[in-house]
């Protein structure tokens, strides 16, 4: 599986920013899409994911009200970003997964869920 993420860019404080996700290759394997970020430096951080086996969507407290994740298909996912903040600023990272596991289980928000990475989009949220 391949993983082609694309919409990042320079934005100010407050704006509105979408990304996608474009998956390929073996994809009927898949169940869930998402997102994590990281800024040099610092660690990996989750941001949000959809399961459609679960009917789920998992997002990060940090995001949660200003982040959407939708999909298209089990191929594509957008993350829409809403009153961006400076602290958003980072690499954004489409990731895939093919594992079951159920709605509950926090593992939804580790990087241990998903077997699959791309190459990161950058975000840069300055005035």
């Known amino acids: 599986v391949q993983l082609q993420a694309s919409g990042g860019g320079l934005v100010q404080p407050g704006d509105s920013l979408r990304l996608s996700c474009a998956a390929s290759g073996r994809t009927f394997g898949l169940y869930a899409l998402g997102w994590f970020r990281q800024v040099p430096g610092k660690e990996r951080e989750f941001v949000a994911s959809?399961?459609?086996?679960?009917?789920?969507t998992y997002y990060a407290d940090s995001v949660k009200g200003r982040f959407t994740i939708s999909r298209e298909s089990t191929k594509k996912t957008y993350l829409q970003m809403t009153s961006l903040k400076p602290e958003d600023t980072a690499v954004y990272y489409c990731?895939?997964?093919?594992?079951?596991?159920?709605?509950?289980?926090?593992?939804?928000?580790?990087?241990?869920?998903?077997?699959?990475w791309g190459q990161g989009t950058l975000v840069t949220v300055s005035s």
């Open positions: 959809i399961n459609w086996s679960a009917g789920s």
């Open positions: 990731v895939a997964s093919g594992r079951r596991y159920n709605s509950g289980n926090s593992i939804w928000y580790s990087d241990k869920a998903y077997d699959y």
